[in-house]
């Protein structure tokens, strides 16, 4: 049995809540602590969980996820160290913040305090998240062993450094919105050629959970799975080459390039705001 606190109960705290309901964790293993009296209500209701306060919360909980905005990340982390600070019961402090490094974490807990920062996507709420995790300077294996096992019921794990964390962020974290970008875009496009939109939704919906579901399936590589596709002087290859030559490539490069390059300055701005308190 682990005992979870959930700080924060927005989009991927409820995210995460849901994958862990759906893999079977006992909802009294569960609590959420937010800031919005019926959002807390709403999401206790919805998943059998406890709504309480920070203090309460952090007690002889055994992993603390912190879900807060990244902003609102050094805060939240200072009031989870004060709730801990006593405690003879071993919480291991969990970010899934973009942009907040370990470190940062560690200088607002007690000397010592094991922390693993994830980086989930909100494909926890169907089981099919995928996660990178690190650990702190304080955290020992078993530590990250066992956010490993927490965030395996809700999907994929692999395990990087601190180092990768921007770019995890700009592939697997935000990576979701660019597939939904997709979607909505095949749909629309298959509404300009005439179809129902519901119809263009089906197709689209159900080509991306096949082409996820091929890849997923590790035979072949995407390169080999579009060649598959792509019938010589056929329709496929036709459409390929305008997204080609649309720029699609370079368009993934640049728009990654620039969440990585986002994380890392959000990164900068709380160094910037400890530097102004210290
Ligand atoms: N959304 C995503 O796909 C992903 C998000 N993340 C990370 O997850 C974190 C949360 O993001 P997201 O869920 O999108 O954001 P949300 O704004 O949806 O959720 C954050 C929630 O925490 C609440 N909150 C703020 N301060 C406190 C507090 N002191 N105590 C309890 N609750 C509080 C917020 O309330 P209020 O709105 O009133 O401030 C809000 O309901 C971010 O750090 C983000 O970088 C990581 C990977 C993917
Ligand atoms: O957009 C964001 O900043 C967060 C982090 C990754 C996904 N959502």
């Known amino acids: ?28 293993d569960i609590v959420v602590i937010e800031a919005v009296q019926a959002r807390a209500d709403e999401l206790a209701k919805k998943y059998s969980i406890l709504p309480t306060t920070l203090d309460i919360g952090c007690e002889g909980a055994d992993v603390i996820a912190i879900a807060v905005k990244p902003q609102d990340v050094p805060a939240v982390t200072e009031r989870v160290g004060d709730a801990i600070s006593d405690s003879v019961h071993e ?21 010592g305090s094991p922390v693993v920062r994830v980086m989930p996507n909100t494909a926890m709420l169907v089981g099919q998240g995928v996660s990178a995790i690190c650990k702190g300077r304080f955290a020992r294996d078993e530590h990250l062993e066992q956010v490993r096992s927490i965030m395996e019921s809700v999907g994929a794990v692999v395990v990087v450094t601190e180092a990768q964390m921007d770019a995890v962020t700009a592939v697997s974290g935000s990576g979701p919105a660019y597939f939904f970008l997709l979607a909505e875009a095949l749909i629309d496009a298959g509404v300009e050629q005439g179809l129902p939109r519901d119809v263009a939704t089906t197709l689209a919906t159900g ?24 019938s010589p002087g056929g329709t496929t290859a036709a459409a390929i080459r305008r997204l080609e030559s649309g720029g699609l490539r370079a368009a993934v490069a640049d728009a990654v390039e620039a969440a990585a390059s986002r994380s890392r300055e959000m990164a900068r ?7 102004e308190i210290d």
């Open 207 to 230: 080509t991306a959970l096949g082409a996820g579901a091929m890849l997923a399936g590790g035979g072949e590589g995407p390169g080999q799975l579009r060649y598959n596709v792509s």
């Open 269 to 275: 701005a709380v160094i910037e705001d400890d530097d």
């Open 91 to 111: 919480s291991i402090v969990v970010s899934l913040a973009a942009g907040v490094s370990t470190e940062s974490l560690e200088t607002r807990l007690s000397a």
């Open 1 to 28: 049995m682990t005992r979870i606190a959930v700080v924060g109960g927005g989009r991927i705290g409820e995210a995460l809540i849901a994958g862990l309901r759906e893999a079977g964790t006992p909802g009294s």
